[in-house]
């Protein structure tokens, strides 16, 4: 049973597996992957689960994507863990990870904030709790809490 | 050590750090008092000030030339005008190419920490937007210090807790020193809870009030800030507020012999002028102690 995948199995790539369901498109808006990138893509959404009630799986096919690249989606994806598959088989296997810093990737929820200007600085935040999940701007020290898919540039 | 290369917020000093900025401070006044000086001599100071500011603007002036140091004043006017040419970053990568030491303030939170990312010299956050002042934080201590007394003291924030972000930087510092804090308000512009949890984490004692009368008698200090009428959008519910929070001489009846009376100026009607002739009042000589702080703060930047 366990080959009869939801999605058809992929020769090498990625699997992003135990996203919190619904989030999945967050999760490649994140990682910046778009209908505009070569990569193939499937996105399996609300998968029945044994653990979580229910979860989002995303396959990125031909790439293997690097931990500090994928850890900044623990942000809307606390649990998810990242696959690396190689001729078919799961050759790698960890959790993300929360980063201590996230730049660029957020912005700032004060509207007088320097970093929602036009001075030439990507946002920065800075880990301050982790339950529940909060983080400081560098610049301005305001915290953002809640849902931070609400925060995350367009 | 101080190992600073930039003065931004209080929450990047330590305990021993203040300590020494507040030490450099007393070593200092003679020259804040007028004694000639040469020990910045040669160095120049820039006033990059994006809004208008008399005190702080004067007091960091005062203290760089009394230390024999040269100043470059960019007044809001001029300031406003390259900011709709150019970026914050720009200016500053241009000025600090003519000074040794920037000074700061700007409508922005966080201009300050920015501003150090793109100068080339020592940056000193003289006030953005609502955010961080540190040097006023910084002379209030020294105040308290040499006036007072810092260790465990006894002291009562009044006025606009909540937005008020100057009183909160201010609270988090007196909590390194194990402050007694009665927090008085009323109770629209209470201190953020959060901010009070952090307090009590640091080991302060804080107490909140919404009466001045009820805690005056416990005080070594009382740090009296404005309360804006622009937080009510009753007039007469301001009024109200306003008068019950203002320190007159029936206030002081009963309260330690030694107490004083702070306020960071400029003042409206919070502190009856009646009060100035009590041995009570420090806030004019708190508006003297700007300079010789500012003093050490450009010399523990500046120095070699
Ligand atoms: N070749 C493949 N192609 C596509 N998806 C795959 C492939 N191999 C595994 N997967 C998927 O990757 C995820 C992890 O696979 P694994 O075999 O480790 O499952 P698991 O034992 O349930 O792991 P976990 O304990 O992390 O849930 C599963 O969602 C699985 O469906
Ligand atoms: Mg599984
Ligand atoms: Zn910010």
């Known amino acids: 049973m366990e080959r009869e995948l939801r999605i058809k199995s992929i020769h090498n790539g ?12 967050n999760v490649l808006k994140i990682l910046r992957i778009t209908g505009a990138s070569k990569a193939v893509i499937s996105v399996a959404m609300n998968v029945p689960s044994k653990n979580i009630t229910s979860k989002d799986i995303v396959k990125i096919e031909d790439r293997e994507l690097a931990s500090d690249e994928v850890d900044k989606i623990a942000l809307i994806a606390p649990n998810a863990t990242i696959n690396i598959i190689r001729g078919y088989e799961v050759i790698e296997k960890h959790k993300v990870q929360l980063p201590d810093e996230i730049e660029g990737i957020i912005k700032c929820a004060n509207p007088n904030c320097i970093s929602n200007t ?4 990507s946002p920065k935040f800075v880990l301050h709790e982790v339950d529940p999940l909060q983080f400081r701007c560098f610049y301005c020290d305001r915290i953002l ?10 | 050590m101080f190992t600073k290369k930039n003065i931004l917020s209080m929450r990047d000093f330590s305990r021993s750090e203040i300590d020494l900025v507040l030490e450099g401070a007393e070593k200092l006044e003679k020259y804040a008092l007028g004694k000639k000086s040469d020990l910045l001599q040669g160095k120049i100071m820039a006033n990059l000030f994006f809004e208008p500011s008399t005190r702080t603007r004067l007091s960091f002036e005062s203290a760089m030339k009394r230390l024999g140091g040269e100043v470059l004043n960019l007044g809001s006017q001029e300031a406003s005008s390259i900011s709709k040419g150019e970026t914050l970053s720009d200016t500053v990568r241009v000025i600090s190419n003519y000074c040794d030491v920037l000074v700061l303030r700007h409508p922005k939170e966080g201009a300050a920490r920015m501003a150090a990312q793109f100068s080339s010299v020592p940056v000193i956050n003289a006030g953005d937007g609502a955010g961080h002042h540190p040097t006023q934080t910084l002379l209030d201590l ?3 210090k ?20 100057t009183v ?10 194990d402050a007694k804090m009665f927090l008085v308000s009323p109770e629209q512009l209470k201190m953020p809870d959060d901010i009070k949890s952090d307090l009590k984490d640091l080991g302060a004692e804080v107490i909140e009030s919404t009466s001045l009368n009820d805690v005056v008698k416990d005080l070594d ?4 800030t404005r309360i804006q009428r622009e937080r009510f959008p009753d007039p007469e519910e301001y009024g109200k507020v306003a008068d019950s929070y203002c320190v007159s001489l029936d206030l002081l009846n009963d309260v330690r012999k030694n107490l004083i009376i702070m306020h960071p100026l400029p003042r409206v009607n919070e502190i009856d002028v009646e009060v100035d002739k009590t041995p009570h009042a420090k806030y004019f000589k708190q508006a003297f102690y700007a300079v010789p702080v500012r003093m050490a703060l450009l010399t523990l930047l500046l120095g070699d």
């Open chain 2, 142 to 144: 020294y105040t308290i």
């Open chain 1, 14 to 25: 990625t699997v992003i597996d135990h996203i919190r369901a619904g989030q999945a498109l």
């Open chain 2, 168 to 177: 909160h930087s201010l609270a988090y510092a007196l909590a390194m020193y």
């Open chain 1, 145 to 154: 809490v809640g849902d931070f898919i609400d925060y995350v540039k367009t």
């Open chain 1, 118 to 121: 036009k001075e030439p600085v």
């Open chain 2, 146 to 165: 040499r006036e007072s007394f810092l260790d465990g003291v006894s002291i009562a924030l009044v006025g606009d807790l909540k937005y008020g972000r």
């Open chain 2, 221 to 224: 200090v009382l740090y009296v």
